[in-house]
């Protein structure tokens, strides 16, 4: 079923949680909130799942709107960071407890229970209490206890944050698979861009309680709106730099640097009188040691070998830029080097709005 907020506003005394939320989530889709702390997320989803109320607006799961429905008559299921799963019960009875308060009889929750369980392999864990699991395998336990009941729709708050790295990227593949298997509508929420770029059909940048920017993860990684998007995901994070426009040279300008830039300026609505931001990702500039005409001088400040790539940062006036360079490149501090960037993949946005310039 889809999910709808439509201007939703949620107060908690002085504080807006969610100022004017508005998004609409389609029906099978795997829909992630991202945003730092604070900005709103868990209330967006507890206003969905009827656990808090909201100040004004609506929301609708399914075209009905259910303001005035309790939890338990919304039909959607809860996963959080902390499992909550009951001690003193079985992995099994944990898993059946749902089915077990709507009064299905034994044999068809011993049936259902088995088979979410062997879907989420946790099938020989049956007999064991949560004492007994690694955090991982709690939190399958949870994961099957909420799939079990076949919700509406979905709502997980950072399921994955109590694990390790290694669990947590795995869990993340089995999550998605899991997802477009039951094709169950997700809310997911996540501060994490990773696992906002890796899981999601759709990503909601949210920002101060309100909605910065929902597109595809490609969309948000390639044509972000605005400085806050652009500089919120990816890792390491795209390069920001202050620049003016200097039409004689058809440069754009900044601290330490004049970049040629005839294509770009002839593509963006710009003018000499304002203040841009030039992004460009860590992919996006090629770095070289020997002198490159066209491209912008600076010097190494630190190198980062990651095995399958290496992370060059460099001062180029009073900024440090990132790029990526080839696995093998090893240089000293001080060395002087070159960047080349992408001119097709260069973003403008305006400093004042901080919004993406758009193209003639
Ligand atoms: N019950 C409450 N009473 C008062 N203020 C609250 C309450 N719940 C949330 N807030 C405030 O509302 C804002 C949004 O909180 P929320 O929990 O939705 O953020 P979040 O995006 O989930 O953050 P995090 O990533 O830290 O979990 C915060 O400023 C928070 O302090
Ligand atoms: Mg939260």
């Known amino acids: 079923m889809d999910v709808q907020y439509e201007?939703?506003?949620?107060?908690?005394?002085?504080?807006?949680?969610?100022?004017?939320?508005?998004?609409?989530?389609?029906?099978?889709?795997?829909?992630?909130?991202?945003?730092?702390?604070?900005?709103?997320?868990?209330?967006a989803l507890r206003c969905l799942a009827g656990l808090e109320k909201p100040t004004s607006g609506i929301i609708r799961i399914g075209g009905k709107v259910v303001n005035r429905l309790q939890p338990r008559d919304r039909d959607v299921a809860l996963v959080f960071q902390s499992y909550a799963l009951y001690p003193q019960m079985t992995v099994g009875n944990n898993i059946m407890y749902p089915l077990r308060i709507r009064h299905i009889p034994k044999e068809e929750?011993?049936?259902?229970?088995?088979?979410?369980?062997?879907?989420?392999?946790?099938?020989?864990?049956?007999?064991?209490?949560?004492?007994?699991?690694?955090?991982?395998?709690?939190?399958?336990?949870?994961?099957?206890?909420?799939?079990?009941?076949?919700?509406?729709?979905?709502?997980?708050?950072?399921?994955?944050?109590?694990?390790?790295?290694?669990?947590?990227?795995?869990m993340r593949a089995e999550l998605k698979h899991l997802q477009k298997t039951l094709g169950t509508t997700t809310v997911y929420v996540t501060h994490d861009q990773a696992e906002a770029m890796t899981m999601a059909d759709r990503i909601a940048v949210m920002r101060d309680g309100r909605l910065e920017q929902v597109g595809t993860p490609d969309e948000i990684y390639f044509s972000p709106e605005t400085v806050y998007v652009a500089g919120f995901v990816g890792s390491p994070a795209m390069n920001l730099l202050n620049v003016r426009v200097d039409s004689a040279s058809r440069a754009l300008v900044g601290d330490g640097f004049s970049l040629s830039a005839t294509s770009v300026l002839e593509a963006h609505a710009v003018d000499e009188t304002k203040h841009y931001i030039l992004g460009v990702r860590p992919e996006h500039l090629t770095l070289s040691l020997e002198a490159h005409p066209g491209s912008i001088a600076g010097a190494v400040y630190?190198?980062?070998?990651?095995?399958?790539?290496?992370?060059?940062?460099?001062?180029?006036?009073?900024?440090?830029?990132?790029?990526?360079?080839?696995?093998?490149?090893?240089a000293a501090v001080n060395t002087p080097c070159w960047l080349e960037i992408r001119e097709d993949r260069l973003l403008l946005f305006d400093a004042e709005t901080e919004r993406r310039v758009p193209r003639r």
């Not at 909130?33 to 604070?38: D, I, Q, R």
Request: aromatic letters at 4%; proline letters at 5%.
């Open 7 to 43: 201007h939703l506003t949620k107060k908690f005394g002085a504080v807006t949680a969610l100022d004017d939320f508005t998004l609409h989530v389609p029906d099978g889709d795997f829909l992630v909130l991202l945003g730092p702390s604070g900005c709103g997320k868990t209330t």
């Open 109 to 170: 929750r011993l049936r259902m229970a088995h088979d979410v369980a062997r879907r989420l392999e946790i099938d020989a864990l049956f007999d064991r209490r949560p004492n007994q699991l690694s955090g991982g395998q709690r939190q399958r336990v949870a994961l099957a206890r909420a799939i079990v009941r076949n919700p509406n729709v979905f709502l997980m708050d950072e399921p994955l944050s109590n694990l390790d790295a290694r669990l947590r990227v795995n």
């Open 302 to 330: 630190a190198v980062e070998p990651m095995g399958n790539e290496t992370l060059v940062y460099v001062k180029v006036g009073q900024s440090t830029l990132v790029a990526r360079a080839d696995a093998m490149l090893r």
